[in-house]
């Protein structure tokens, strides 16, 4: 089967290459899915960089523990292995799993389920980890609740199209940080007001909020408690700069003032659930959410569309279709 596959750590256009690999088997408690898309998140350019270094002791210290890349799917099923009920031969599924950008996967049963049934193959793929990561941060940690004011800063990316919709759904009103040119996207997914982050830093926004999704910016936390109510909760998900912990040192210095703050700090390590899945795909077929999907690849383009998300050419999330 074709396969874009990562021998070592490095520019995505030198070391992904698409081959010809044996396909998987399936085993017992897995189920063996025919892979129709795989997306393209901010986070690949990381993985396929080995960055931060910090990183590698989960994804492969010299090079990538698993020589296949991509991590999110939907497809169809065409076996399922000894002790898999759920699903069965022909039914369309979406999950995670890594090495996704394969014409062929097998998936531990408890890592996929029916995909929505609104959702187009490539849309239903677009939808795990990047839902899961918005799910977590303002829902469980944010704790967003109807009324409340929300501050999502990265609000046109993959993460954050998903974060708008979720606050949004739970009753929030939500203001959205993004480059001008995607502000009627943000604005189309629910967010009342849209700042653009080339214009203005978060104190010159020049209101409060009860909670603040940092996903994209790197903001000081001066700047996070300017706009931060008594009482408001900052929720860190993600950072960029320094090769070692690429803004995550920022989280560590939150988390240490946090006793000493009139705010709550928390900070997301998301985890792949299937609770939340199902979630997901209730939000979506109660038509609460709709994955934003920008553009299609081929499966020899990958490389290109992991650079094109990471120089925002992409409105929403870059999908591969196989
Ligand atoms: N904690 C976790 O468990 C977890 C899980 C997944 C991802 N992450 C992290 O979450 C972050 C975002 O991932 P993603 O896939 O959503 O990235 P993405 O698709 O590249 O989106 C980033 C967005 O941030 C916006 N942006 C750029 N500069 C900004 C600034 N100065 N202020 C505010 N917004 C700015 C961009 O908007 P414009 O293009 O409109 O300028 C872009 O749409 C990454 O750091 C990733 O590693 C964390």
Redesign the pocket.
């Known amino acids: 089967m074709r396969a874009v596959t990562q021998e070592r750590y490095g520019v995505p256009s030198e070391v992904l290459r698409l081959r010809d690999i044996p396909a998987p088997e399936v085993g017992a408690g897995e189920v063996l899915v025919r892979v129709a898309a795989s997306p393209v998140?901010?986070?690949?350019?990381?993985l396929v960089l080995g960055l931060p270094y910090a990183a590698r002791f989960v994804v492969g210290l010299r090079k990538p523990s698993n020589p296949v890349f991509g991590l999110e799917f939907a497809g169809t099923v065409t076996a399922v292995g000894a002790g898999v009920h759920d699903v069965q031969v022909g039914d369309e599924v979406f999950g995670w799993h890594g090495g996704t950008f394969a014409e062929y996967i097998s998936v531990p049963a408890e890592q996929l389920t029916h995909k929505p049934r609104n959702l187009s193959a490539a849309h239903a793929a677009a939808v795990p980890?990047?839902s899961?990561?918005a799910l977590?941060?303002v829902r469980d940690l944010g704790k967003v609740t109807a009324g409340q004011e929300v501050l999502i800063?990265?609000?046109?990316?993959?993460?954050?199209?998903y974060a708008v919709q979720i606050a949004k759904a739970l009753g929030a009103r939500v203001t959205g940080?993004?480059?001008?040119?995607?502000?009627d996207l943000?604005r189309s997914l629910g967010a009342e007001r849209v700042v653009d982050?080339?214009e203005q830093r978060l104190p010159d926004i020049g209101e409060r909020f009860d909670v603040l999704v940092d996903?994209?910016?790197?903001?000081s936390l001066r700047e996070c408690g300017a706009v931060l109510r008594p009482g408001g909760t900052l929720v860190?998900?993600?950072?960029?700069g320094g090769r070692l912990f690429?803004?995550t040192d920022r989280w560590l210095r939150g988390l240490i003032a946090a006793p000493f703050l009139r705010f709550d700090v928390r900070?997301?390590?998301?985890e792949d659930r299937r609770d939340d899945l199902v979630t997901m795909r209730e939000f979506i077929e109660s038509g609460a959410v709709t994955p934003v999907v920008g553009q299609l690849y081929e499966l020899d383009r990958v490389a290109e569309a992991i650079e094109d998300?990471?120089a925002?050419k992409?409105?929403?999330?870059a999908v591969v279709t196989i």
Request: net charge positive; glycine share 20%.
């Open positions: 998140s901010g986070t690949d350019w990381h980890i990047a899961f990561t977590q941060a800063s990265g609000a046109s990316g993959c993460v954050g199209t940080i993004c480059g001008a040119d995607k502000a943000v982050h080339r996903i994209y910016g790197n903001p860190f998900v993600g950072g960029t690429m803004g900070a997301l390590v998301h998300v990471r925002g992409v409105r929403g999330q």
